[in-house]
C-alpha cells in the first residue's frame, strides 16, 4: 500500500494528539514553588516581603522584579489554596498540550500582564499587589482555548458547565466587579490582566490553530475545526511548483513524529499537492 493511500493521509484531522509530559511536570513543579514560597513568608522578615510584593513605589524605585515576584506570594493559606487548586485543575488541562516551557511562560505572561494592568491603573495609590490570581485566570484561559469542551460540576451549580463557559462567565463577573468598584479586596484588574495576557500569549503562539478563540467566528455547518497538536519546528519556508523530494521528506518527518495535526494549512495543501502529483505519475 502507497504512503498516500493510508488512512491519516485520506482525512487531514485524524490521529491522536501529541502529549509533552514535561507540562505535567512544569505544572507541579509551579505548585511546589508557590508551596516553599507560601511556607517561607511564614518566617519572612516584613522588610524582605515588602521588597517582594508589587507596588508602584517599588517600580518607580526599579524593583522591576517585583513584576514577577508578586506573582508567587499569598497573603494567607485559604489565597494560596484557592490559587493552587485552580492552577492545579486547569492547569492539567492545558500544561499536556504546551509542555513545560510553554507552560511556564503562559503562566509568567498572565502574571506580569496582570501586576500590569493594576499597577497601571493604580500608580498613583498606596496600595500593594500580590498573589498567583492573574497567573492562574492565564491558565484557564489556555483550559478553555485548548479543551473547550471539557465540563466542571462548579458548586453550587448542579449542572455541567463547558470550561468555555465557565471563562466567560469568569470573565464577565470580573468586569462587572471592577466597573462597580467592589471593595472586596480582591484585585479584579489583575484578574482581567491575567486573561488578556494569557489570550495574546497563546493567539502569539499558535494563531488559528487553537480548538477554540472567544473573538473568532463559528465554524460553518459541517465544516471540520482545526485540532491542536504540539508543533516542531516547521519546514524551511515553501516555493511555489511541484513539492521536492527534500521538502516531502521534512513534511513527512514532521507527520511521523507529531502526526498530520502538526502541519499548517499551507503544509497541507503542500502534502496534498505531492500526492496528486504522485498519483499523476502513476497514470
Same mark, same amino acid.
Given at each position: 500500500?502507497?504512503l498516500?493511500?493510508?488512512?491519516?493521509?485520506?482525512n487531514?484531522?485524524?490521529?491522536?494528539?501529541r502529549?509533552? =509530559?514535561?507540562g505535567r511536570?512544569?505544572?507541579?513543579?509551579?505548585?511546589?514553588?508557590?508551596?516553599?514560597?507560601?511556607?517561607?513568608?511564614?518566617?519572612?522578615p516584613?522588610?524582605?516581603?515588602?521588597?517582594?510584593?508589587?507596588?508602584?513605589?517599588?517600580i518607580?524605585?526599579?524593583?522591576? %522584579?517585583?513584576?514577577?515576584?508578586?506573582?508567587?506570594l499569598?497573603? =494567607?493559606?485559604?489565597?494560596?489554596?484557592?490559587?493552587?487548586?485552580g492552577?492545579?485543575?486547569? &492547569?492539567?488541562l492545558?500544561?499536556?498540550?504546551?509542555?513545560?516551557?510553554r507552560?511556564?511562560?503562559?503562566?509568567?505572561?498572565? !502574571?506580569v500582564?496582570g501586576?500590569?494592568? %493594576?499597577?497601571?491603573?493604580n500608580?498613583?495609590?498606596p496600595?500593594?499587589?500580590?498573589?498567583a490570581s492573574?497567573?492562574?485566570?492565564?491558565v484557564m484561559v489556555?483550559?478553555?482555548?485548548?479543551e473547550?469542551?471539557r465540563?466542571f460540576?462548579?458548586f453550587?451549580?448542579?449542572?455541567?458547565?463547558?470550561?468555555?463557559?465557565l471563562?466567560?462567565?469568569?470573565?464577565?463577573?470580573?468586569?462587572?466587579l471592577?466597573?462597580r &468598584?467592589t471593595?472586596?479586596g480582591?484585585a479584579?484588574?489583575a484578574?482581567?490582566? /491575567?486573561v488578556?495576557?494569557?489570550?495574546f500569549?497563546?493567539?502569539?503562539l499558535?494563531?488559528?490553530?487553537?480548538?477554540?478563540d472567544?473573538f473568532?467566528?463559528?465554524?460553518?455547518? /459541517?465544516? !471540520?475545526p482545526?485540532?491542536?497538536?504540539?508543533?516542531?519546528?516547521p519546514?524551511r519556508?515553501?516555493?511555489?511548483?511541484?513539492v521536492?523530494?527534500?521538502?516531502?521528506?521534512?513534511?513527512? =518527518?514532521k507527520?511521523?513524529?507529531?502526526g498530520?495535526?502538526s502541519?499548517?494549512?499551507?503544509e497541507?495543501?503542500?502534502?496534498?499537492?505531492?500526492?496528486?502529483?504522485?498519483?499523476?505519475?502513476?497514470?
Open positions: 500500500m502507497s498516500f493511500d493510508r488512512g491519516y493521509m485520506r487531514p484531522y485524524a490521529g491522536a494528539e502529549r509533552d =509530559d514535561s511536570s512544569m505544572l507541579f513543579t509551579l505548585i511546589l514553588i508557590n508551596l516553599g514560597v507560601f511556607l517561607s513568608t511564614l518566617f519572612m516584613e522588610s524582605l516581603l515588602d521588597t517582594l510584593m508589587l507596588s508602584s513605589d517599588g518607580r524605585q526599579f524593583k522591576i %522584579f517585583q513584576l514577577v515576584t508578586a506573582g508567587f499569598h497573603v =494567607d493559606f485559604w489565597h494560596f489554596f484557592f490559587n493552587m487548586w492552577l492545579y485543575i486547569f &492547569g492539567g492545558v500544561a499536556p498540550n504546551l509542555g513545560g516551557k507552560f511556564l511562560w503562559l503562566y509568567l505572561a498572565g !502574571a500582564a501586576n500590569l494592568l %493594576f499597577l497601571i491603573l500608580w498613583y495609590s496600595v500593594w499587589l500580590l498573589g492573574g497567573a492562574v485566570f492565564a489556555g483550559a478553555a482555548m485548548f473547550p469542551n465540563q460540576i462548579v453550587p451549580a448542579p449542572f455541567p458547565v463547558r470550561t468555555r463557559t471563562v466567560v462567565c469568569y470573565t464577565v463577573l470580573e468586569i462587572l471592577m466597573v &468598584g471593595q472586596d480582591i479584579h484588574l484578574h482581567l490582566g /491575567g488578556l495576557g494569557g489570550y500569549y497563546l493567539k502569539t499558535y494563531g488559528s490553530s487553537l480548538p477554540w472567544p473568532r467566528h463559528r465554524a460553518r455547518p /459541517g465544516e !471540520a482545526r485540532r491542536f497538536s504540539v508543533m516542531s519546528d519546514p519556508n515553501f516555493k511555489g511548483g511541484p521536492g523530494s527534500k521538502e516531502l521528506d521534512e513534511l513527512l =518527518d507527520v511521523s513524529k507529531y498530520i495535526n502541519l499548517s494549512e499551507h497541507l495543501a503542500r502534502l496534498r499537492q505531492a500526492r496528486e502529483e504522485m498519483r499523476g505519475t502513476r497514470r
